[in-house]
């Protein structure tokens, strides 16, 4: 485990890093740095932007999708989920899902498509996947712009934790308040669900990926429901409650991104609209 001084250290290094636009080495570069270590650094970071005037808003979800991550920059292997605290500072809401967003000190910026819950309720503690569906008040579609403050995108998954879970900024769409027949029956839709991403330029315009629920943990609901439980084995960090918005992860590859395109999705086999962003 970390002392306090060196898990200040580098909540410090990260923070200013990002406030200043440019990279670091890995923190696992200089230190054995184990998982709970991460979730330490990224407990402190809660505490100094809280103290700063930030209000946390929810939580994203990391490394859900079914892909061997070695091939994007992640040098040991993920065994699991990972999750961090997203804030009031770095959501947005897409009026009639379409938006532009400034890509002005993103560090290394990539984009994912994902479906957003808002809960309704904190959930039981030992939820079932249908007692976390009827905990969501909402669903809507995002882009999760993932930011990463390490060369080349090559970090450990602990790295990755400690740095914001990479975490850069949250378009939302068009929320859709869940009727309790989609509750119940929400994993079901969702399985038969995909999505396209396409990025366009004044020149062309490319589809770049589709992407499937069952590539993510079975579906977003799932994946809502491991965070769930891995909260449970964290004492020190708060459960999920109502009110939350949880970006339950990246239906495609991350893409990078540049001032200039306008990247557009689009849904089939569930009613979620798809989003229209264009990045300067």
């Known amino acids: 485990m970390l002392m306090s001084s060196q898990t200040s250290r580098y909540a410090h290094a990260l923070l200013d890093a990002r406030a200043e636009s440019r990279t670091i080495p890995l923190l696992s570069s200089n230190d054995a740095l184990s998982v709970p270590d991460a979730y330490q650094i990224s407990a402190r970071i809660a505490t100094i932007r809280t103290a700063q005037g930030e209000t946390q808003v929810g939580r994203k979800i990391g490394f859900t999708i079914r892909k061997e991550w070695d091939r ?7 065994g ?21 967003q400034s890509l002005d000190g993103a560090l290394q910026p990539r984009i994912e498509p994902e479906v957003i819950f808002k809960l309704g309720s904190a959930p039981p503690p030992n939820a079932t996947l249908d007692q976390m569906a009827n905990c969501i008040e909402w669903m809507a579609h995002g882009f999760e712009i993932v930011s990463c403050p390490f060369p080349s995108w090559e970090f450990t998954a602990a790295d990755a934790i400690a740095a914001f879970g990479l975490h850069g900024a949250l378009i939302v769409g068009e929320p859709h ?13 969702l399985s038969s669900a995909s ?3 396409s990025c366009s330029t004044d020149e062309n315009a490319i589809l770049r990926a589709a992407g499937f629920c ?11 429901l491991q965070l769930h439980q891995l909260l449970s084995t964290q004492p020190n960090e ?9 970006s339950t992860g990246t239906w495609t590859d991350a893409y990078p991104i540049q001032a200039g395109q306008t990247w557009i999705t689009a849904f089939s086999g569930i009613a979620l609209q798809g989003l229209t962003v264009k990045f300067v």
């Not at 699991?80 to 532009?100: E, H, K, L, M, S």
């Not at 943990?217 to 809502?224: G, K, M, N, Q, R």
């Not at 708060?238 to 949880?246: C, F, K, Q, T």
């Open 72 to 78: 994007y920059g992640v040098t040991d292997g993920i």
């Open 80 to 100: 699991a989920p990972i999750w961090a605290p997203v804030f009031d500072t770095t959501v947005r809401y897409a009026d009639n899902n379409q938006g532009a």
């Open 177 to 189: 308040v869940l009727s309790s027949t989609t509750r119940r029956n929400l994993a079901v839709l």
């Open 195 to 197: 999505v396209s991403l």
């Open 214 to 224: 069952n590539d993510l943990l079975d579906s977003p609901l799932h994946a809502l």
């Open 238 to 246: 708060p459960p999920l409650r109502a009110g939350e918005i949880v």
